[in-house]
């Protein structure tokens, strides 16, 4: 074994190899736009795209993520979430942007896609989706610095996403009114509307 060098830090999406992503497809593989097994290629694809080509990206991994039609996240976003919020640790802001997004899909009211009908008390489900929003959650720290961005569509991601996590939050309240005082942007505005709407 090799000791890394001081002040060095694991290659973040390493793990990637590791998950048994074809576990988490859809019970019907073709309500996926992409394969679960592609996850991989498509986070490191992300993680070093550049201007409008994070935007490809993200659109390509959303497609293994997200159910097209109805906008219901997959199984697969619960093993996908640790590398997304990675991918918000990065300084790309198109990248956070895509990832923040994505986040924000897997954590919505609606809850996953599932192809049949509920049984009552499906704990199974249930505990997915409480796991999914819970490592989310963790992520927090992750978010929070895009609230300062140039980046719109970085800076717009991480208000809906901790409006979604921790509206009533101290920290985010201040971030809130922060951007709602000095932030003249219209989408940022009614993102903050929206937000208060909410709340």
Known sequence: MVASPPGSRPEPFAGLGSVDWARFRPRDPTDAARDACEIPELIRG??????RAAREWGEALKGALIHGHSGL???????AAPFLIELC??????????????????????????PEPLRPGDTHLSGFVTRTRAI???????????????????????????????????????????LEAS????WIQQAIRDIRLDL
């Open 73 to 79: 996240y997959f199984r697969t976003a619960e093993p």
């Open 89 to 114: 640790r990065g300084e790309r802001p198109e990248v956070a942007a895509e990832a923040l997004s994505l986040l924000l899909s897997c954590v919505g009211e609606d809850g996953p896609f599932h």
């Open 183 to 186: 932030d003249g942007n219209h």
């Open 136 to 178: 989310i959650h963790s992520g927090r720290a992750a978010y929070y610095p895009w609230l300062c961005s140039t980046h719109v569509g970085a800076r717009i991601g991480a208000l809906e996403l901790l409006g979604v996590l921790e509206p009533r939050a101290p920290e985010f309240q201040r971030e809130l009114a922060r």
């Open 46 to 51: 992300l993680a070093t795209a550049e201007g």
